[in-house]
């Protein structure tokens, strides 16, 4: 099962021994791995090459990894991102979200977790591809390309952001709550409320920011909604 989600993986990481552990867990059950262990060389390889998904260390020679992720997402490179490092700290783990991070797992970490959040992103990724545009007043998502655009304008989302987007798109004008955004996203563990309030910033930076009305509304203690501007 996870070979046909998980078929070919970047892992930028400069601890050998880490990247050997890795490399045999997914080696085993007949996954290609690139590697690099150095964040020019891992953005060169993001570039030219299709992941399934990133496996990216945070500290990193020559180019740290929030910066790579950062560069990434700045470029349009939606791969899916998943943090992992030694840095596990809630000011660590909020900036690997803002800097366009789909999930973040702390150092020492259960290879079977690595596998089963790196299938969920990917699932997540591409699971919700339908034929048609949605739309919801100056919103309209693509979801054959995951791309979404406000008054023609294109947001820069990442794949977690994208979903929350489509999730809120689909039930607009009603409330999505927090409890069902989480269980859509991470269906292998809820996270804790700011993880989802990263996300939920990154969002609002690209989908309200730009425009002098706010399309996404907070309830408080229940979720979000979207709303048409008047």
Same mark, same amino acid.
């Given at each position: 099962?996870?070979?046909?989600?998980? $078929?070919?993986?970047?892992?930028?990481?400069?601890? /050998? =021994? %880490?990247?050997?552990?890795?490399?045999?867990?997914?080696?085993?059950?007949? %996954? %290609?791995?690139?590697?690099?262990?150095?964040?020019?060389?891992?953005?060169v390889l993001a570039r #030219?090459? =299709?992941?399934?998904?990133?496996?990216?260390?945070?500290?990193?020679? /020559?180019?740290?990894? /929030?910066?790579?992720?950062?560069k990434l997402r700045q470029e349009g490179k939606r791969t899916p991102v998943l943090m992992l490092t030694a840095l596990g700290s809630r000011e660590?783990?909020?900036?690997?979200?803002?800097?366009?991070?789909?999930?973040?797992?702390? $150092? !020492?970490f259960d290879l079977d977790i690595l596998q089963a959040r790196l299938t969920a992103l990917v699932r997540r990724f591409r699971g919700q591809v339908t !034929?048609?545009? /949605?739309?919801?007043?100056?919103?309209?998502?693509?979801?054959n390309t995951r791309s979404a655009t406000r008054r023609g304008r294109p947001l820069a989302l990442n794949p977690?952001?994208?979903?929350?987007? #489509?999730?809120?798109c689909r039930a607009a004008p009603e409330i999505v709550t927090r409890e069902s955004l989480? #269980?859509?996203?991470? !269906?292998?563990?809820e996270p804790n409320n700011e993880v989802l309030r990263s996300h939920i910033y990154q969002l609002r930076n690209q989908l309200d920011r730009p425009f002098p009305v706010p399309m996404l509304v907070t309830v408080p203690k229940v979720g979000f909604r979207l709303e048409i501007p008047e």
């Open positions: 099962m996870t070979t046909q989600v998980l $078929k070919r993986l970047l892992l930028v990481e400069d601890n /050998r =021994d %880490v990247a050997g552990i890795i490399f045999d867990f997914f080696e085993a059950q007949g %996954v %290609v791995l690139d590697y690099a262990d150095n964040g020019e060389l891992g953005l #030219e090459n =299709d992941f399934d998904a990133i496996i990216l260390d945070l500290m990193l020679p /020559r180019m740290d990894g /929030r910066t790579l992720c950062q660590d783990t909020l900036t690997g979200f803002e800097c366009g991070a789909d999930d973040y797992l702390a $150092k !020492p !034929p048609m545009e /949605r739309t919801f007043g100056e919103l309209v998502l693509n979801p977690t952001t994208y979903t929350i987007l #489509e999730l809120l989480c #269980e859509a996203l991470w !269906p292998d563990g």
